[in-house]
């Protein structure tokens, strides 16, 4: 390294060590106390909230109207289903919103409806049903071609909805309580014949918001938007036990023009997982997502990844653009995976501004992660992972700064690193491993390995797009609601 680029590894890492100590001190009360969602007043009985959404309704109901009881006990399966059927005639006229009061509402699966909105006040919990009859099997997504843990169906996901237009779960930071002990427990003890369900699952959509939420111990992925565009997912948390499997926070899955911003999420695996299918039937269906901006994330992942591209990503994942990130005690900071079979693409992936505290990886990318829905994969299906950008990212107590493992015949391509700088931990690990890649790097501390040649000082910096993504440009509205119920 120059004495020129060993200067400007300094200062950058001195730049960023006020902001950093003062990020990591503010993890608590974030998570605590996340964005609120809405502002309420109460006089008498009435109380009268107001809070931004995309789409505000003419027409508001309380889950007590359809015979809701918040008792944590009484099974509200069909209160909440007969709400939202006698919301979705408000389609065309103003639309529809459901407020779920204070209480602890007992519920089995169900569906949303369009031009609607679910409303939780700051005091309501919905519970998900233990029961697994409550959880009926539905067919396998078409892009991974059998159940994701196991072939056959798949258990339904508790808030669900398909073909939909302008979709809102929101509310005053309000609670979804998944009860996933019983399904982990199961999936432990190979007790299971389904893949478990998501909290949140949209598919074929349009326009969905969901913001200001809490979500809780989910059997499996907490939020599944799938073959879906024009998705805003904003100040929610997301909270699991960090030894338990599969409890991804947001996976954007075949999606396009997606916006994930100021969310708080503690995960037993990935933070945020993009995908598009998995190997021939994540081809066959060829929807790749796209046109992503996540921003403002704070994350602790111990055993997976803050930022996860793949590995189902046999549709496609390009132009996504990360920025302004916390990583506390994760495993790695940014992810590829992807393996033989995948096909299909990674590319134009722009991250800048992490800030990581105790990491194993901050770099990880590999192209042998295997794991095939059946035997049918087609081993000439090569993946291509080009024009991957990181800049501006400080890290401490960190094991392996690097370890980027491409495919023999098909290296990982388009590689920049600039501007990091990355405290190590004492490891008798090199702070780098790098095969079959091909990139750049300029600024970077401890100096990266031979394939990633300090040659990026020369034009600059990695690039990272100065143009706005249309979904960063979609307006929030000031909505209302008064009710007796709540």
Known sequence: MTHRAASTTMEFQENHRSSQILEISLLIVLGLWSLRGAECHQVGILESCTYRSTNCRAHTVSLKDFGGVGDGVTLNTKAFQMAIDHLSQFGSNGGGQLVVPAGKWLTGCFNLTSH????????????????????????????????????????????????????????????????????????????????????????????????????VNSPYWNVHPVYSSNVIVKGITILAPVDVPNTDGINPDSCTNVRIEDCYIVSGDDCIAIKSGWDQYGIAVGMPTQHVIIRRLTCISPHS????????????????????????????????????????????????????????????????????????????????????????????????????????????????????????????????????????????????????????SRSGPCPYPSDKLPIENVEFKECSLQTTHI
């Open 116 to 215: 609607f909105t679910l409303y939780l006040h700051r005091d309501a919990v919905i519970l998900a049903s233990q029961d697994m009859n409550e959880w009926p099997i539905i067919a396998p997504l078409p892009s991974y071609g059998r159940g994701r843990d196991l072939p056959g169906g798949r258990h339904s996901n508790l808030i669900m909805g398909s073909n939909l237009t302008d979709v809102v779960i929101t509310g005053d930071n309000g609670t979804i309580d998944g009860q996933g002990k019983i399904w982990w427990d199961k999936f432990e003890a190979k007790e299971l014949n389904y893949t478990r369900g998501f909290l949140i699952e949209i598919m074929y959509s349009d326009q969905i918001l969901i913001s200001n939420i809490k979500l």
């Open 305 to 456: 990844a803050v930022i996860a591209l793949g590995s189902e990503m046999s549709g496609g994942i390009q132009d996504v653009r990360v920025e302004d990130i916390t990583a506390i005690n994760s495993e790695s900071g940014v992810r590829i995976k992807t393996a033989i079979g995948r096909g299909a693409f990674v590319k134009d992936i722009y991250v800048k501004g992490f800030t990581m505290h105790t990491m194993k990886y901050v770099f990880w990318m590999t192209g042998a992660y295997g794991s095939h829905p059946d035997e049918h994969w087609d081993p000439k299906a090569i993946p291509v992972i080009d024009k991957i950008s990181y800049s501006n990212m400080v890290a401490e107590n960190v094991t392996m700064a690097g370890k980027l493992e491409g495919l023999h015949n098909s290296p990982f391509t388009g590689i920049c690193i600039s501007n990091v700088a990355i405290g190590m931990a004492e490891s008798k690990k090199p702070a780098w491993n790098c095969t079959d890649i091909q990139g750049v790097s300029s600024s970077v501390s401890p100096q990266p390995c031979v394939l990633l040649s300090e040659q990026r």
